[in-house]
Structures are given as C-alpha cells and as structure tokens.
C-alpha cells in the first residue's frame, strides 16, 4: 500500500473513532433530554461522515441532529436536515432510518403553521410508507401523532379511542418513539376527561415498561402527579411534584408555576414563568407558544385576583369562578387588568392561528372561558 493510501486509511479511522465518541456523548445528552448539545454532537459527528465518505453514518447522524433540533424547538432548522433525507434515493442508509425520516417530517409538519389538508395528506403517506416499507410497526406513531391532533382540537374521545388504537399495536423496537409518549398522552386525557384514578393504574403499567429515557420518564410523571393533585385540591402536594419535576429537568418548569397559582403564591412564579418565557422564545411550535401565552394569561388573572381581595383558583381544572361581589383595592385592580387584556390578547392572536390551522375551535373557546372571567372581574370593579 502506498503512502498516501496508508494515510489515507489511518484519517478514515481516527475519523471513526472520533464519530463513535461523539455518538456516545450525543446519546448521552440524548437520554437526559439535553436536545441542544446533543444536536451539536451529532452535527459534528455528521461533519465528520461526510469528510471520509461515510455515507450511511452521514444519513443517521443528520437524522438525529434534526431531531435534536426538533426537540429543542427549532422546527424549520429541522426541516431543513429532513427534508433532504426524504428524497435521498442514492444514499445508503438503513429501512428503519429512513422510515425514522418519514416520522420526524410528519411530526415537524404536524407543528409548524400549515394547513389541516397537508397534516392529513403528509400523515396518510407516513402510513403509506410504512405498510411499503417493510416498518408496519411505525403506523403506531401515527395513530399516536392523530391521537394527538385530537386533543389539540380538544376531541377528547376521540384522542383515547387513537391512543389506545397505538397503543394495542406499539412495538418497543427502533424507530418507533418510547412508550413513555404513550403514557403521557393517555394520563393526560385522563385528567382532562376528570378521572384522576386511572393513573394508578397506567402508573403500574409504564412501570413495566423499558425506562430508555430517564429524565423523560421521571419528569413526565411527576407532571402529572402535580395536576393530579391539582385536581384533587391537595396543593402543597401538587406543589411538592412540581419542585421535584424541576429538579429533573429545569426546563419543566410548568408544573410548578400552575401550582404556585392556584395557591395564590403569585411572587414565587414569577421566576419560573419568566424561564419558560425565555425558552419559548426558540420554540416556532404553535402549540408551545400557545401553552406558554396561556399560562402567562393564567399568572396575570392570578395576579388580578390576588389585588382584587379574590381566592385563588385553577383555571386549568377548577369549574366554578364566582364573580367578586367587591373589590378591595380598586386602582391596583384596574391596573392588573390592564396587564391581563394585553396577555388575553396574545393568546387570543395565536388561539386564533391554531384553530385555522386545525379547523377546530378549541383554544379560542379556552380562551373565552378566561375572558369571561376577566369580564366578571371589570363588572365588579365598575360597581366599587
């Protein structure tokens, strides 16, 4: 062998050895749900293929940088390392990554600000696919991904007869997504349909469960032991989960903030509302903004009825808000009704979106249950 072909050789292996470190490194980051340098490992990983030819670690190492990306909130960022990949015909790569492709493009389609009739039709070729490519066990993430849609459009029944649909046919090989996914959609029906004892019993069940990603799990479930115990009025326990789940992933911050409210404890969300603020300012998923705009409405309602001399409330699980017959402090309370018509208003804008989007009319009714409140508000203030 010649020179140049040994060095040659020995640059394509110290290129290897380096991919499979930052591999190692990038899952590592993976699995405790740090999206954004995980991303940045497979990038450099990806970099490192395409320099020595690698082509079918190119493929797989760009597929996991986009949904990194994705995770991360990044969606057109994402979009634009997948998309590629769908029309690859020359490049090899394995069937189950390329079927991973397909269900990463769905789910960024699904996110981003496009038509109902694209979601369907990119969602119908998902399964197409996944029937013609020899990775029928994939259809269960889309039934999983309409289930989603669903409640979304706040299609509740409908949402548990598709996420049990997904779930009589999950299979826990790659690619399709943990089950942990499954079991939070589900218990978060449940709360919504107001059956909080049925945790128990899917709480028995993901335990049986492989924990592939530990940080998810154990973040996910105490999310939803804190809004169960919201809905059950035990607050100081509701509060207990949601400084745990923070603990586990500082980004999971929501738990705490709407247990904070709805004890009235309106100083010590600030801080964490103001996190999650911040991090959704990189998300470009409408639903994300939109959950965030919500809960930033929620703190300003909370806040007015704190100065107004009103008791707290939930106003994600409580179903009585009885109008104040008075208000205590009359100028603060106009004041923070000032503050909370503006939020009502950002939440209103990207409400309206959503369910153009979806063809439904679910976050616009949310919004309007909050608006009636705030009306209930202004009409005492008017009496004082």
């Given at each position: 062998m010649s020179q140049a072909a040994n060095a040659n050789a020995s640059a394509i292996a110290q290129g290897r050895k380096r991919m499979e470190e930052l591999i190692d490194a990038a899952d590592s980051l993976y699995t405790r749900s740090e999206y954004e340098q995980a991303g940045d490992l497979y990038r450099r990983a990806c970099e490192i293929a395409d320099a020595i030819g690698a082509r079918e670690e190119w493929f797989q190492y760009r597929l996991w940088w986009a949904e990194s990306r994705r995770l991360h909130g990044r969606l057109r960022e994402a979009f634009v390392l997948v998309e590629p990949l769908l029309k690859d015909d020359d490049t090899p790569a394995r069937p189950a990554d390329r079927s991973m492709a397909v269900q990463v493009y769905t789910k960024l389609v699904i996110n981003l600000p496009v038509a109902l009739a694209t979601i369907e039709k990119t969602l119908e070729r998902a399964e197409t696919l996944a029937l013609d490519s020899g990775v029928p066990k994939t259809l269960s993430v889309y039934t999983h991904l309409r289930a989603r849609l669903a409640l979304w459009s706040g299609e509740y029944d409908r949402a548990e007869t598709y996420e049990e649909e997904a779930w009589a046919i999950w299979s826990s090989d790659y690619p399709n997504v943990v089950a942990d996914h499954y079991f939070v959609l589900r218990g978060t029906i449940s709360l919504l349909k107001r059956r909080p004892d049925a945790l128990d019993a899917l709480f028995k069940e993901w335990s049986t469960c492989e924990d592939e990603l530990p940080t998810l799990r154990e973040a996910s479930q105490l999310d939803l032991r804190s809004r169960r115990a919201r809905l059950e009025k035990n607050l100081p326990l509701a509060i207990d989960y949601g400084r745990r789940c923070r603990l586990?992933?500082?980004?999971?911050?929501?738990?705490?903030?709407?247990?904070?409210?709805?004890?009235?404890?309106?100083?010590?969300?600030?801080?964490?509302?103001?996190?999650?603020?911040?991090?959704?300012?990189?998300?470009?998923?409408?639903?994300?903004?939109?959950?965030?705009?919500?809960?930033?409405?929620?703190?300003?309602?909370?806040?007015?009825?704190?100065?107004?001399?009103?008791?707290?409330?939930?106003?994600?699980?409580?179903?009585?808000?009885?109008?104040?017959?008075?208000?205590?402090?009359?100028?603060?309370?106009?004041?923070?009704?000032?503050?909370?018509?503006?939020?009502?208003?950002?939440?209103?804008?990207?409400?309206?979106?959503?369910?153009?989007?979806?063809?439904?009319?679910?976050?616009?009714?949310?919004?309007?249950?909050?608006?009636?409140?705030?009306?209930?508000?202004?009409?005492?203030?008017?009496r004082s």
């Open positions: 586990i992933n500082n980004e999971a911050v929501a738990p705490l903030i709407r247990a904070f409210l709805s004890t009235g404890d309106i100083a010590l969300a600030i801080e964490p509302l103001l996190q999650m603020r911040r991090d959704c300012r990189r998300s470009e998923g409408g639903r994300a903004r939109f959950e965030t705009a919500r809960l930033n409405l929620d703190f300003h309602l909370a806040a007015t009825r704190s100065v107004a001399g009103m008791a707290p409330a939930d106003d994600e699980f409580d179903l009585d808000f009885p109008a104040p017959a008075s208000i205590r402090d009359p100028k603060a309370t106009a004041k923070a009704l000032r503050r909370t018509r503006r939020a009502l208003r950002t939440v209103q804008e990207i409400a309206r979106s959503l369910d153009e989007k979806l063809e439904c009319t679910s976050h616009l009714e949310e919004v309007r249950k909050r608006q009636k409140r705030i009306e209930d508000i202004e009409d005492a203030l008017e």
